[in-house]
C-alpha cells in the first residue's frame, strides 16, 4: 500500500517562502513522476507543477513559474517544493500526486496515490 504524507506548510507573509515535503511510502520514487496540485478556497484542484521519473519539470501555472521549483530526492523517496515571492493569491491546500497512470499530468485523474494535503496561508 503507498502512503503519501505532506508537511511543511503553514502561515507566512507575502514576499515569504516555504517548503513542502511529500514522503513516500511503499513506491519507489526512482521511477515515478510527481505532482503538486492545490485547491484554493471555493476552487477546484488544479495542478501546479510535476516532474517526470527522468526528472523533467512541466508547469501547469504560468503565475508559478520562476517562483516554485519541484523537485524529488529518489535516495530519500521524497519530493519536494520549494516556494518564493508567495502570494495571497498562493493561499490554498496543496497535495503531491505519485504513480502518473494517464496520459495527461493535469486531471486527477492521471495520478494514482495522493497525500491529505497540507495548507498554506499568506497574508498581504
Known amino acids: 500500500q503507498v502512503h503519501l504524507v505532506e508537511s511543511g506548510g503553514g502561515s507566512v507573509q507575502a514576499g515569504g517562502s516555504l517548503r513542502l515535503s511529500c514522503e513516500v511510502a511503499?513506491?519507489?520514487?526512482?521511477?515515478?513522476?510527481v505532482a503538486w496540485f492545490r485547491r484554493a478556497p471555493g476552487k477546484e484542484r488544479e495542478g501546479v507543477v510535476a516532474?517526470?521519473?527522468?526528472?523533467?519539470?512541466?508547469y501547469n501555472l504560468e503565475s508559478v513559474k520562476g517562483r516554485f521549483t519541484i523537485s524529488k530526492d529518489n535516495a530519500k523517496n521524497a519530493a519536494y517544493l520549494d516556494m518564493n515571492g508567495l502570494k495571497p493569491e498562493d493561499t490554498a491546500m496543496y497535495y503531491c500526486?505519485?504513480?502518473?497512470?494517464?496520459?495527461?499530468?493535469?486531471?486527477?485523474?492521471?495520478?494514482?496515490?495522493w497525500g491529505q494535503g497540507t495548507q498554506v496561508t499568506v497574508s498581504s
Open positions: 511503499g513506491d519507489t520514487l526512482s521511477w515515478n513522476s
Open positions: 500526486a505519485v504513480s502518473r497512470q494517464g496520459a495527461g499530468f493535469w486531471s486527477e485523474a492521471d495520478w494514482r496515490y
Open positions: 516532474i517526470t521519473h527522468l526528472g523533467a519539470t512541466t
